[in-house]
């Protein structure tokens, strides 16, 4: 057995049978030992940051990592921005990067670089194994790492000469760790919170937005008078009729404040406290009122399932019900394109199990409320705000889920970052309807721009926030990659494009010209 | 004057006024201080990795960097593999990075992330400006680090507060450090080894492959026996009729061994000594043979050319010639698409004064040695290995030359990482013709799979070396983007396609099916 050999055992032995991979020459031992372990899942990327993204909505639906594959420093590179979003929704991942054999390092051939230096900021485990020997164990203690609560990223480098080395050998399987309850004193006093009567918000993330976890900050809701709060940061949310009734607070800072202002305790479950993403020299960074108490039930590394259901039992027993959505689905809308057009058409025409992968961004902020009432469904933001995340996450969403429908809504401006995704949709046959909401301009800047005291912007400035000259063509683009695409001018033309992509089977694009 | 108007003005003071940029909310004071200085050129980029590539290929045809604007960590994050390439190449690059106000970091809102980790691997200089007083002097450092010889990467960190605060002022004017002459010892012993008579190679790179520094080795080859060869990792080399007559070490080791096993002495001028890319567990990675002698004339960073001109008044005085290349123009081939055929029509139709940029890969290694005898010409490569360079460097070489057509030449697989280049292309009307070799595969690997042990691959490895499942239809990602292409059939046709190009205005793009 060589390294690579005991790579891919290590992986699968750990659980961790799906990789998404753009590989290279310093890979091929470890391309050959796949081929004999046809039980691993291979996706092929066209670009890095597709292959991290996809391990990210893998890792979100699967609840366990998926391996990346990456060629040397500048593969890892490519992939980093997405690695930013998922350290910041703790979404676990491994990444298994090749680099030179350890020999050839000291001649410095053109691809040799840093890997460790260009892996650090965005792996919070990271080891470059140094034998044949050892490289299972390696795989196994990466894996171990990535699912160490709240999850991160783990990134493994492998030298040639360890994926060619024969003495490779099997690693006991990995022991994952499970997160700890919150203190039983730190439920106590947030019981206490939630009965004095105070207007209380409970900010939910991590576990505690899907199945026990969101079923109990149901029931908690129903009992007390506590509302439930999701920050606009997003890793996945449960939604539609019948679960959990579920705010979450707005990016536009002036409307975050607006949001929370009568809240006078807010109780933090697997989330920080709200706060704008920028400062601004004129505005407050911290988007609660002064008069707002602000506690931890769960840190993002604690059981926060497991704490909301103890608090549960510390609350009197009554006879309410859970705070839960009702069902309310919309009539499909007709006529002009609109945004609550829009909104409401996904809403009126969502499936029940969709996953719904979100990065409409200034465009698309309507589409959660109007959807709330519908069937069941899971919602994927961008917990990372490093745009170019939901084509590729979208990827990554429907390998996990093959059964499931999923809806990619993206602004043009992020879709472009990562457009490579949409081949990978084709080549994999995926049910993802990616919706383009074609505004032609990075709209956020031109509102930044005079957030931020700039005033009014110039023709430069313009310019810049300007991504209409020429018009992106997304029937086409989608079209060189293998997508059928097309573009709508109507609500009543989207209704139906939308209708037939959930009907068929495979991708499908949909430009909304705005 | 706030900071970002003393850094734009240090910018502008330190001959570096062109831009490519992907600005974000972080960096809204730099666009403002850019709206009220329209003497900078500022090029909108949809994806980080087209603006570093972008100011390489502008820096390599203009011999001074340009400047990249780019948002916070993920944005500079996918500039990285471009970096790695400039890196390499020793091109020089001042990047400009926004950063969050300074007292916002505290908060670790989701965009906040170790900027300086991301940077260091490849930057020489790195510093974020502490305040507004000083980020007009911070500039000049930067730029004067990027053009302290041989020219490297110097990245500036600019706090958004930085930018904002009202105490920044104007940087006295740069002072450009000047590369040394190699000592007069090491010149005589390089003379001496000349006149030994042993077979000798000069191995050329950065000035030594153009200007006065080639025009001098071809005056010492024509005086010696010597002869004149250019790494396989390329920056910038001038060509065609009446240039030098410089042979390329292929990239294939077993080829370059072939080509390079007579030589008993190679001279170095700021090159490296041929080594292969990648260890391979059988084969050598040192190329020269074991009994040639490899001394060094002059450094990346020192004068090369100085070094070549005073070189040459050690050789004895001859009535030899310069060793330039011959006029030789192949006539326009006909029929059938082979390798050979598209490399004659690229001979035969090249303009002179064209700019070639080529990332051609497997299918286009017949295409330089080809065009040698044509008219005047210069030809980027990529002198790091990281692919995806060639669409973007097509874009800075233009920006910087807007009278000199480029030729890009670019793999289907390459031209996919940063493919959105081509709209860039589209909006500055840049005279690009990008031709595409569409082989539908990672072709390098399959070959490399063997040549590293793995043997014949299976269907899993097949897999991952083809990218034609769907085909990439590059007329249609063209047309998406704003660039009109054809596809061609056969040599015929791609000739014509060529010649339309070079006499129309703007860019184009030409897909060859392989």
Known sequence: MNGAEALIA???????????????????????????????????CLFEGVATAAADGYARMKRKPAWTLLHLGPGLANSLANLHNASRGHVPIVNIVGQHAIDHLKHDTPLVSDIEGIARPYSRWLRTSRSDSEVG???TEAIVASRTPPGQIATLVVPADVAWGESGFPAPPPVFPSPRLPAPETIERIAAMLRTGARTALLLSGSALYGRGLAAAARIAGASRAKLLSPYPLVRIERGAGTACVDRVPYVPEQAMEALKDFRQMILVGAAAPLAYFASP??????????????TLAKPEEDCTGGLEALETLLPPGKSKPLVEPSARPPMPRGEITLPGLAAAVAALLPDGCIVVDESMTTGRAMLPAARGTGPHDWLGNPGGSIGIALPLAVGAAVA?????????????????????????????????????ANRAYS?????????????????ALDLFDIGRPDLDWVALAKGMGVPGTRVTSLDSFGRALQDGFAAEGPRLIEVPL
């Open 401 to 437: 889920c093959p059964s499931r429908p999923v809806l990619c809504l993206s602004a043009d401006g992020s879709g472009m970052y990562t457009v490579q995704a949409l081949w990978t949709m084709a080549r994999e046959g995926l049910h993802v309807i990616t919706v383009i909401l």
């Open 444 to 460: 956020v800047l031109k509102r930044e721009f005079d957030n931020l005291g700039g005033g009014k912007p110039g023709a430069r």
């Open 137 to 139: 164990r390696d795989a």
């Open 282 to 295: 004129s505005k407050k960074t911290v988007l609660t009122p002064p008069e707002c108490t602000i506690e």
């Open 10 to 44: 290590a992986l699968v032995s750990g659980e961790c049978d799906t990789c998404f991979t753009n590989p290279g020459t310093s890979e091929m031992h470890i391309v050959a030992a796949l081929d004999r372990r046809p039980e691993v899942g291979c996706v092929l």
